[in-house]
């Protein structure tokens, strides 16, 4: 229950013990089977049927609901609807924005929240404990409790520009770059997982690095960065998904089409009439980039996922 | 959560014979050590602390988004306001009826389906990579989605009666006061028990095996393995999970902005859904901030209450 590893080892030592084998084979039964997929295709008809609509015209759709050719790709088959999506909004650009948004906030992310982690785990200073469960203290708080004071406080927020070979401050991150990254760096449940991990490398090869005169900043990333590359896959993980999925914010806080992000990309298909091709067309494709990484990463996600209960 | 935290004790004190030297290097490491937390403190203090204090400070003025003057105290005029408005009952009570249904269906949803891919046969990580595709998939394409199917003329309509065999009449999903929450309900479970699923399976592989060995010589069945090994044995995952479903319950915000926007007749309105509506529609700040303040304690106190009951009883 202490870290990450931990979990990794139960893992490890649960699929060996014998007697759950035996136990379990008993599941491998036919209705054992049947069960699980049933439950497989409940979870997975509507992801099938976004995919088959998104290559159907909108008739052909609505005629195919009554019978299972509505989870099939028969009939007019074509990728219209997708040229439609990029007709009608500036889809690359919502694609590359939040492509963007999402790399500059893992990879920002990455590394303040590990340096604060490895001060925190592995340099002795006064004030640790006092800024540790400050950190702390900001997990248990769900954003959307200051989603809106942040709204307001981000409007007030001064930033330098050159304007003209001059520097300048300038008010208000609204409608911009910035605000859709900067506020999501700094994270406490990176910073923790990154403090679990760095608490199982040993601390004597730190020693032997400053006895070779080494910096800590040398010992950071020559020596403990290179050794976390699970911690950091999870905090990738854990922080793309959000980065990638964000709606709320986005929604108020940029204005400008050429801003914008994929999800806050939705309204613009519920403001015409619907047409229900393209929507299904836009859905599938803001979702294919998560899913491509999902189904090629997938022991590294469901792994950060669970890693994220341990916190417990 | 702070109880997995250690705060490891100081070496601060190490006997050290070259005291001049030590010194020195003391002094570059705290030097380097606030460097190194200092990024991470800053963006904490200015995106968490400063907003949670706004959060409470803002509520007793008359702040709004965007006004020429600066917000003036006016005392507890955005908490009256906030206590006798209908809206704001009613989105209570959306969201308390949001997550009184949500919270133990997904929880023991997702308990089931860890059991059920906590086996080792052949194939069974086909199983739960299937059962996670929704947690990947973002909860606005989920609620586009799932518009589409509520539709009077869609597929879930389409689904049930051909389950039923042309018994059950479909329903206007999203347009009737009494279906909206329901159907919301169903498709936030679909999207987010995976996710559980996957807690409770982290939880299921830290029982050791010889505990069920054990069992089993003294004669457990199924249910009293799950009743006397199991159930104590997730009582660290159980209270985790209780907690973030009943947080990620009581924020609901997504679903309803794109499924209902409130509607029809505000009973889909949530707190969260309504603190939008003042702070961002409507531009009124310090309304918003006393409608999220009374979010933050709520939240508060569930997990303070949660805590408790699932608290260590040893």
């Known amino acids: ?221 020559s020596i403990v960065m290179p050794l976390s590359g699970p911690a950091t896959a999870t905090v990738a993980i854990l922080t793309f998904l959000p980065a990638w999925n964000q709606f709320l914010w986005p929604l108020m806080v940029v204005q400008s089409e050429d801003k914008r992000p994929v999800m806050v990309g939705v309204q613009y298909f519920f403001q015409l009439n619907v047409a229900w091709g393209p929507m299904m067309a836009y859905a599938a494709l803001i979702t294919i980039p998560v899913l491509a990484l999902f189904l090629s990463f997938q022991r590294a996600f469901i792994g950060s996922i669970a890693s994220s209960g341990v916190k417990g | 959560m702070t109880q997995q935290i250690t705060l490891a004790p100081s070496a601060r004190t190490e006997p050290n014979p070259d005291r001049g030297r030590a010194r020195r290097a003391r002094g570059s490491e705290v030097r380097a050590g606030r460097a190194f937390v200092a990024p991470a403190v800053v963006l904490l203090v200015v995106f968490f602390f400063v907003p949670v204090l706004l959060c409470f400070v803002l509520s007793f003025t008359n702040a709004r988004l965007v006004s020429p003057q600066g917000p003036q105290f006016v005392g507890l005029d955005n908490f009256t306001r906030l206590f006798s408005d209908p809206l704001f009952w009613k989105s209570l009570r959306n969201t308390v009826y949001f997550g009184a249904v949500v919270v133990p269906l997904q929880s023991g949803f997702a308990l089931v389906l860890a059991l059920l891919i906590n086996a080792r046969i052949r194939g069974i990580n086909v199983y739960r990579t299937v059962y996670f595709v929704p947690v990947v998939t973002s909860i606005v394409v989920v609620s586009i989605l799932w518009t589409f199917m509520y539709q009077p003329d869609g597929l879930v309509n389409h689904l049930l009666q051909a389950v039923s065999l042309n018994t059950v009449q479909g329903a206007d999903w999203l347009n009737n006061p009494s279906t909206a929450m329901p159907a919301i309900i169903a498709m936030s479970i679909w999207q987010a028990v995976g996710f559980h699923m996957v807690i409770w399976l982290a939880g299921l592989q830290t029982i050791p095996g010889d505990l069920y060995e054990a069992a089993e010589l003294d004669g457990a069945g199924t249910w009293h393995r799950f009743r006397y090994v199991t159930w104590p044995g997730l009582r660290a995952t159980r209270s985790f999970i209780l907690v973030t479903i009943t947080i990620a319950a009581l924020s609901l915000f997504a679903q309803i902005k794109i499924m209902t926007n409130g509607g029809p007749l505000d009973s889909t309105s949530t707190v969260v859904f309504q603190a939008v509506r003042a702070g961002y529609g409507q531009q009124q700040t310090a309304y918003a901030s006393a409608i999220s303040l009374v979010f933050f304690l709520i939240v508060l106190a569930v997990s303070l209450v949660q805590r408790f009951l699932t608290r260590d009883k040893d």
């Open chain 1, 1 to 221: 229950m202490a870290s990450v590893t931990t979990s990794r080892v139960g893992v490890r030592r649960a699929a060996s013990a014998p007697t759950r084998r035996r136990r379990d084979r008993a599941f491998g039964t036919f209705g054992g089977y049947l069960g699980r997929t049933v439950l497989a295709v409940f979870f997975l008809f509507p992801i099938v049927f976004m995919f088959v609509s998104s290559l159907k015209p909108d008739d052909q759709i609505f005629a195919d609901l009554s019978s299972l050719r509505a989870f099939l790709p028969v009939g007019h088959i074509s990728l219209d609807n997708y040229r439609d999506v990029f007709d009608r909004v500036p889809a690359w650009r919502f694609l590359a924005n939040s492509i963007g948004v999402s790399v500059l906030t893992v990879a920002l992310g990455v590394v303040v929240n590990s340096l604060a982690a490895f001060a925190l785990s592995r340099m002795q200073w006064r004030g640790r404990g006092v800024v540790l469960s400050g950190i702390i203290a900001t997990l248990v708080v769900p954003f959307e409790t200051f989603a809106l004071p942040l709204l307001w406080w981000v409007n007030k927020l001064p930033w330098l520009v050159v304007q003209n070979g001059q520097l300048l401050w300038t008010f208000g991150w609204l409608d911009t770059y910035r605000v859709q990254i900067i506020p999501f760096i700094a994270n406490a449940f990176s910073i923790y997982l990154y403090y679990s991990y760095f608490s199982t490398i040993p601390k004597e090869l730190d020693e032997a690095a400053r006895v070779d005169g080494a910096s800590w900043f040398r010992i950071y990333r």
